[in-house]
């Protein structure tokens, strides 16, 4: 595709609106006129870029600590002037001019499906969770293949992929046989528009940003919309999953949490001081919940999910019942929460908008009323 800024071949930094809207940061910039320029949302990563030649890089970072993990452009090293910047060294990825894509998340295919740029797409390590019949039915008409070997990738199937570049998480280790190796935060980003964002950075990768900032900012506007219309009712709302009597929560900066503050309601888990999974006891459990309005329950529960069956997995949940006020549930068997979800927040959001006001089902399916099977003594 040749030399490519975020907004496309050749375009100029008037067309910045596409890309990260109207959240845009004044750049930043550095000698010989190489200028930062930061998405609307998202945290985890920054696009730098040099007046003179239009040349882009790709910045990734932890959104939650700041630390640079990687840079990414068309040429073999960034500027001198960024990485001095950086103040530190950082794995370098040089994209070459086909592009080749695996990944290695449910969340990259979906982020680069909404973006429209998975015609690169050559191979996938979570071909077996995907569920979405038309993107099966792509990956099988464009020969992707299952890179997936005993804890990374099949050697083998990597070579035959050829790949350009390859997303991973940040865990991985970056110098595993110089594969293209790129780390994708976005499940560590703070909002829910932050993780959507990083439709745009993918679509690049792929040979077309322009496709992904568009898709993005109607994902936007759209959220943003609702965020305005949103009836401010409080409702103090909690959401968790049960594994081995333990409930695991998001904590109070979390993305989830900033989903159910822009519907209008307050999440439970104000007072924790964290932003990563809270894990509660049964006991905690039953206190959060009698000052709770509504409970999500997230479960995969391929037959479905009722009353009875939140009472099977510990009996007392039947105190939980009695204290709460509304039971939502999420069935991640039904609806693609992790997936397909991630790319579209906007519909997550009219969906708790749907339940705070009262619905028993969502506009988008995402949650339910939790139902009872039979009425017990």
């Known amino acids: 595709m040749g030399r490519q800024t975020p907004w496309g071949l050749g375009a100029a930094l008037c067309c910045v609106g596409i890309l990260v809207g109207c959240g845009t940061s004044k750049p930043e910039f550095l000698e010989n006129h190489v200028?930062?320029?930061?998405?609307?949302?998202?945290?985890?990563?920054?696009?730098?870029v040099e007046d003179a030649s239009g040349e882009s890089t790709l910045c990734v970072r932890q959104p939650r600590t700041g630390v640079w993990l990687a840079t990414v452009s068309r040429s073999e090293r960034p500027p001198e002037e960024l990485m001095e910047h950086l103040g530190t060294e950082v794995p370098h990825v040089h994209l070459q001019e086909e592009s080749r894509g695996v990944t290695t998340s449910t969340t990259h295919v979906h982020l680069l499906d909404a973006a429209g740029a998975l015609e690169t797409w050559r191979g996938c390590t979570s071909l077996a969770y995907l569920r979405d019949e038309r993107v099966l039915e792509l990956a099988d008409a464009q020969g992707v293949s299952d890179v997936k070997g005993d804890g990374g990738f099949n050697a083998e199937a990597m070579a035959v992929a050829a790949p350009t570049w390859v997303l991973v998480s940040p865990a991985y280790e970056f110098d595993d046989r110089d594969w293209p190796l790129?780390?994708?935060?976005?499940?560590?980003?703070?909002?829910?528009?932050?993780?959507?964002?990083?439709?745009?950075?993918?679509?690049?990768?792929?040979?077309?940003?322009?496709?992904?900032?568009?898709?993005?900012?109607?994902?936007?506007?759209?959220?943003?919309?609702?965020?305005?219309?949103?009836?401010?009712?409080?409702?103090?709302?909690?959401?968790?999953?049960?594994?081995?009597?333990?409930?695991?929560?998001?904590?109070?900066?979390?993305?989830?949490?900033?989903?159910?503050?822009?519907a209008g309601g307050t999440y439970a888990l104000g007072q924790t001081d964290s932003d990563a999974?809270?894990?509660?006891?049964?006991?905690?459990?039953?206190?959060?919940?009698?000052?709770?309005?509504?409970?999500?329950?997230?479960?995969?529960?391929?037959?479905?999910?009722?009353?009875?069956?939140?009472?099977?997995?510990?009996?007392?949940?039947?105190?939980?019942?009695?204290?709460?006020?509304?039971?939502?549930?999420?069935?991640?068997?039904?609806?693609?929460?992790?997936?397909?979800?991630?790319?579209?927040?906007?519909?997550?959001?009219?969906?708790?908008?749907?339940?705070?006001?009262?619905?028993?089902?969502?506009?988008?399916?995402?949650?339910?009323?939790?139902?009872?099977?039979?009425?017990?003594?």
Request: net charge negative; with cysteine.
């Open 277 to 377: 999974n809270v894990e509660l006891g049964m006991e905690s459990l039953l206190q959060t919940a009698s000052g709770t309005d509504a409970w999500v329950v997230v479960t995969h529960s391929p037959s479905g999910f009722n009353a009875d069956k939140l009472r099977d997995l510990d009996p007392r949940h039947e105190d939980l019942l009695r204290v709460t006020k509304e039971v939502w549930v999420c069935n991640t068997a039904e609806v693609d929460y992790f997936g397909s979800m991630v790319a579209h927040p906007e519909r997550v959001l009219q969906d708790l908008r749907d339940m705070m006001e009262g619905r028993k089902q969502g506009t988008h399916g995402t949650f339910g009323r939790l139902l009872e099977t039979h009425l017990r003594p």
């Open 182 to 262: 790129i780390p994708v935060t976005e499940y560590l980003e703070p909002h829910p528009l932050g993780r959507a964002e990083w439709m745009v950075a993918l679509s690049w990768l792929a040979g077309d940003s322009v496709r992904g900032a568009h898709a993005f900012d109607a994902v936007k506007e759209t959220y943003e919309a609702l965020v305005v219309d949103a009836p401010i009712n409080r409702k103090r709302v909690f959401t968790g999953s049960v594994a081995d009597g333990v409930w695991h929560a998001p904590g109070k900066d979390s993305f989830v949490a900033k989903w159910i503050e822009d």
């Open 35 to 48: 200028r930062s320029v930061s998405p609307a949302y998202a945290k985890g990563f920054v696009w730098w």
